[in-house]
């Protein structure tokens, strides 16, 4: 573990908020946030708990819930709790990307039931798909978005819950990211063997002869 590894991008950003329309967005800033669930990549249809550490689907597929791990924290240090989750949900439905609007359609509901658990009712029976959609939901701070504009672009580093924050920005350049020494998920066994390097710097380019270039020297 540690060092650094730097990676080229095409293009340009202005923004490090994943989650709106507007605006071009510095590459990886999603990986953030964490999801209640992770995808296998070499398992198809297999998700693991992230966030959640346990999840029930109704036995007629009208409903999931999910039950999040007690230790699950933002960067500051602050818990993940249902309400992030209603708010996540209820936020980038209505204020995000119109992509959230549409993957989300077939949700009629998320509803807090407990302390640490959180209900997704669903309005399509017919997409059996459902529950790892809802699972797929990334979290992000009801307290934080109390006082930051969601619906802004911004270059000031988001509050997530991912294994790495935000370094430095060089707007349109230059971004790094820095693993996270208190990430609270690092001994999960969905992530062990990952997240290595101590940073992961992503260096802008206009042109990809110059990335070429670059790579070369």
Same mark, same amino acid.
């Given at each position: 573990?540690?060092?650094?590894v ?36 070499d ?7 992230l966030?959640a ?10 409903s ?6 007690? =230790? &699950?924290?933002f960067?500051?240090? /602050? ?5 992030? $989750?209603? *708010?996540?949900? #209820? !936020? @980038? ?17 998320v ?17 059996r798909?459902?529950?790892?959609? =809802? &699972?797929?939901?990334?979290?992000? /701070? ?5 006082? $930051?504009? *969601?619906?802004? #672009? !911004? @270059? ?37 063997g ?6 992961i710097?992503y ?9 070429l ?5």
């Amino acid at each position: 573990q540690g060092g650094t590894v730097k990676l080229a991008e095409t293009g340009t950003f202005d923004s490090l908020n994943p989650f709106i329309l507007k605006g071009v967005k510095a590459p990886a800033i999603a990986g953030l946030f964490e999801a209640l669930m992770v995808s296998s990549l070499d398992e198809p249809q297999t998700m693991y708990g992230l966030i959640a550490e346990s999840v029930d689907v109704a036995p007629d597929r009208r409903s999931v819930e999910f039950t999040l791990r007690e =230790a &699950a924290r933002f960067s500051d240090g /602050s818990r993940i709790t249902p309400d992030d $989750v209603v *708010f996540s949900f #209820t !936020t @980038l439905k209505e204020k995000g990307d119109p992509t959230f609007a549409i993957l989300y359609a077939g949700v009629k509901a998320v509803e807090k039931t407990g302390p640490r658990s959180v209900r997704f009712t669903f309005s399509d029976l017919k997409n059996r798909e459902l529950p790892m959609i =809802a &699972a797929q939901l990334p979290i992000i /701070s009801k307290a934080y978005y109390e006082k $930051v504009d *969601f619906e802004k #672009t !911004t @270059l000031e580093a988001p509050l997530g819950s991912g294994p790495y924050v935000v370094e430095s920005v060089e707007q349109g350049r230059t971004i790094i990211y820095k693993r996270n020494p208190n990430y609270w998920g690092k001994n999960l066994a969905v992530n062990r063997g990952q997240n290595n390097f101590e940073r992961i710097r992503y260096d802008m380019y206009r042109d990809e002869s110059v990335t070429l270039e670059a790579f070369k020297a």
